[in-house]
């Protein structure tokens, strides 16, 4: 028998769910009430678990803080995980990401965080280390900010040194050196809330995945946009037709194979809802080539927005997919994506939502 | 000198249970220097009200004798023998 650990966090508060089979969910008490947490990253690799998240509070600021013991007691280190350096003279506002590098790379951990800044930790997200190439980088003065801040939004590890992050301003950056050099990767993604051509860089990205099978391909979810990059970010073609809308801030990769993804499409920037008023996952089985809208369990009536993070997968086999909405309401397939059953409603609004087979 | 300081309630898990200190500090005392004594023995509270540049979270309000600080010169301002020192979270919130 295994057990599925799901985390939700909210605009005021964790709720941490477990299944034996994803069907069927107990629903913890809240943890860190009336703290946002938009970042929640569960390490299961070299058989424990650990469970990160970025909280947040309006009056006392944000904190990581991790449990080895599934939440039953939280720590956080005295003087805090993640610190600009005083050189800097910046401060952290909000951690958007927690992500565990590959089994390769145990105790490896990236956080992304507002302002726009990339992390690494090398004791498993206990203390991180600001990515100076980075937080140096000349482009910095000319990257904005989206609705929710300026932010690196997505950190997605890949082979060797490679890491590609998504950041809201700015559009996709990629290293091949660990961190130390960075370069824009947006080529062939359009900014139509702007006028001209594209340009380097500066695009809205709102969510970037990368193929678990073949680690070059990569998808992207963008303001206005779907695309897929098969040169690891060197240039990206769209793979939006045939869905509803190419707004969204949704994309998942499937852990296991290639070419399978989901998005949760919105009608556009400025109708930030489901198409018809009707929630619906939509999945690719060749890496977006056609699509098929699956919405077997969710609502009928659904007028709130998934964000970004708000959206995952597990490892299992089949994998589980999870969404949760602006409206407080989260489901979960154990069918990846076939049919849905609710697992909890009317919390507050859902920012990030992960899962895990627990080792 | 002795002064009083009134912590908030949402914090005490950071100041082990306690919603109110007297410290001793030789003068003259700034609220900085007192939020410094806070800090050494409390480091975690202190990330809860000042962020890493040492500037005073945005949300925090901190009064002495009942002025709020941002009137009067901010972290540097003094803090009398006797003050009454209060940090408790603004009005701000959803």
């Known amino acids: 028998m295994t057990t599925t650990l799901l985390a939700i966090g909210t605009r005021k508060g964790l709720w941490l769910a477990t299944s034996e089979d994803r069907r069927s969910w107990s629903l913890s008490q809240p943890h860190f009430l009336m703290t946002e947490v938009p970042s929640i990253g569960i390490d299961t690799r070299g058989g424990r678990t650990r469970l990160m998240v970025g909280v947040r509070s309006e009056h ?3 904190t990581v803080a991790h449990s080895d013991d599934l939440g039953a007691t939280w720590t956080e280190p005295d003087h805090g995980s993640i610190r600009f350096p005083a050189d800097t003279g910046a401060a952290v506002e909000r951690i ?21 800044s990339v992390w690494r930790s090398d004791d498993g997200g206990e203390h991180f280390e600001l990515c100076r190439g980075l937080w140096d980088h000349p482009h910095r003065s000319e990257w904005g900010a989206g609705y929710g ?3 690196a939004h997505t950190v997605v590890p890949g082979p060797d040194a490679t890491v590609h992050v998504a950041m809201s301003t700015g559009g996709v950056y990629r290293t091949r050196d660990g961190g130390a050099s960075w370069e824009p990767r947006n080529s062939g993604i359009a900014t139509p809330f702007m006028p001209g051509p594209p340009p380097e860089f500066g695009q809205c990205v709102h969510k970037i995945a990368r193929d678990a099978v073949v680690p070059t391909r990569l998808y992207a979810q963008n303001h206005h946009g779907v695309y897929r990059s098969e040169d690891d970010g060197d240039s990206w073609t769209s793979i939006a037709e045939g869905l509803p809308s190419d707004f969204g801030f949704v994309m998942l990769a499937h852990p296991h194979s290639a070419g399978t993804i989901w998005v949760v499409p919105l009608v556009a920037d400025g109708e930030r809802i489901p198409p018809g008023g009707q929630l619906a996952m939509h999945r690719s089985d060749d890496a977006g080539a056609s699509w098929r809208r699956l919405d077997d369990g969710l609502p009928a009536q659904e007028f709130n927005a998934v964000l970004r993070d708000a959206a995952a997968v597990d490892a299992g086999d089949p994998v589980g997919v999870y969404v949760g909405t602006r409206g407080g309401e989260v489901y979960a397939s154990a069918d990846e994506g076939e049919t849905f059953t609710q697992v909890a409603g009317h919390l507050p609004d859902v920012l990030c939502v992960r899962a895990a087979v627990l080792p | 000198m002795t002064v009083r300081v009134l912590l908030p309630r949402l914090l005490s898990e950071c100041t082990g249970g306690r919603t109110s200190v007297a410290l001793d500090l030789p003068a003259p005392v700034t609220v900085c220097a007192l939020l410094d004594a806070l800090a050494a023995e409390h480091p975690v509270f202190d990330r809860r009200v000042r962020d890493e540049t040492g500037a005073l979270r945005r ?26 020192v209060m940090v408790i979270q603004s009005v701000a919130g959803g």
């Open chain 2, 59 to 84: 949300h925090v309000n901190v009064y002495v004798d009942g002025e709020e600080i941002r009137r009067l010169s901010g972290l540097q301002t003094p803090v009398p023998a006797g003050a009454e």
């Open chain 1, 149 to 151: 801040g300026p932010a």
């Open chain 1, 60 to 62: 006392f600021g944000p």
């Open chain 1, 96 to 116: 958007w990401q927690l992500q565990p590098d590959s089994v390769d790379r145990p105790g490896v951990v990236w956080a992304g965080c507002e302002p726009i």
